[in-house]
């Protein structure tokens, strides 16, 4: 309910009240009282992590609204990849919403135009989330095994799915020294699409995180949107060089040393999404770091709602913020 208050705040001008649960011929359903919806609002709650129908209440009956996601894919490029540490997809959808939606421009969300960069990537779940949308994706990330394989899945989805693309695997080099390797991707939703260059660009480094802005420009992106570390299946190296073989369990180090880092590669006004494990790290702790590196911490009751139970070694929430 939390997703749905967020996008009644900064989508649907307000015009979203009344959450809550309700039972209808026994069965629960997120209820909500809104003035008229126009076209654009269908559109932007048709793409709730959560929404699998809409319906108007019209007396005692339930109309049918036609859903409208932008979804451009099939599901399997978020569903076919099963690895432990994964993130849910639907978290991961609500992750990317809720951060789209901090930014300036919410409505942007419906256009693909959106530019996101995840600095701790893994095997790509949220690349591919962005991928759904029509957005550009980047990210990076340190482990070359989950390069590996998220270069190897994503070259075979392509290939299955007979989409027209442009795949490269190769060093990325400065100054006759080697940085580290990057998958680029060019891949068009239609092959008229293609031929005519609107293409979906995605963009993979497999490098330190610390190391983002060797690769990527000065606000280059809309959103940054990752996974901190969870103190349990996922983990960091913050610091590399004499301490890369120390894997660092809290997020509080690694997002003080990257904050700093990831702030110039996000447009002014565009926003940052993190999710981590409130046992490990308090939410006051990593509002201070993104306040102290130049962003506006969304603390709305609406983004004040998601935390959750994942297991009894995870408890997880989200902190979204706008760069000033």
Aim: glycine share 8%.
């Amino acid at each position: 309910m939390a997703e749905l208050a967020v996008f009644g705040e900064r989508a649907v001008g307000g015009n979203v009240r009344d959450v809550e649960i309700t039972e209808i011929g026994g069965v629960p359903y997120v209820t909500f009282t809104a003035d008229a919806l126009s076209e654009t609002d269908i559109r932007l709650l048709s793409n709730m992590s959560s929404v699998y129908a809409l319906f108007a209440v019209e007396s005692d009956l339930l109309r049918p609204v036609a859903k409208r996601p932008l979804d451009l894919f099939s599901s399997d490029l978020l569903t076919i990849q099963k690895y432990a540490g994964k993130t849910n997809e639907d978290f991961t959808k609500l992750l990317v919403n809720v951060t789209a939606l901090a930014t300036d421009a919410p409505a942007d969300l419906l256009t693909g135009g959106m530019r996101l960069f995840d600095p701790m990537c893994g095997r790509g779940t949220t690349l591919n989330q962005a991928v759904m949308y029509g957005m550009d994706a980047s990210g990076l990330d340190t482990d070359a095994k989950d390069f590996e394989a998220y270069s190897a899945f994503f070259r075979t989805w392509l290939k299955n799915n007979r989409l027209k693309h442009k795949a490269e695997v190769g060093p990325v080099r400065r100054q006759k020294a080697t940085l580290g390797r990057r998958l680029q991707v060019s891949l068009g939703a239609s092959k008229e699409q293609y031929r005519e260059g609107s293409t979906i660009d995605v963009t993979v480094v497999n490098a330190d995180t610390l190391k983002s802005g060797d690769f990527f420009r000065r606000g280059e992106f809309d959103l940054i949107v990752t996974d901190a570390p969870y103190g349990v299946q996922h983990g960091s190296r913050p610091h590399g060089g004499a301490n890369a073989g120390r894997l660092s369990r809290s997020p509080r180090e690694l997002l003080a040393a990257a904050v700093p880092v990831w702030e110039p590669l996000l447009r002014r006004g565009g926003a940052i999404g993190i999710s981590w494990n409130t046992l490990v790290a308090r939410r006051e702790e990593l509002a201070e770091i993104l306040e102290a590196g130049g962003f506006t911490v969304r603390d709305s009751e609406a983004y004040l709602g998601f935390v959750h139970r994942v297991d009894q070694a995870i408890n997880r929430d989200v902190i979204v913020a706008t760069k000033n």
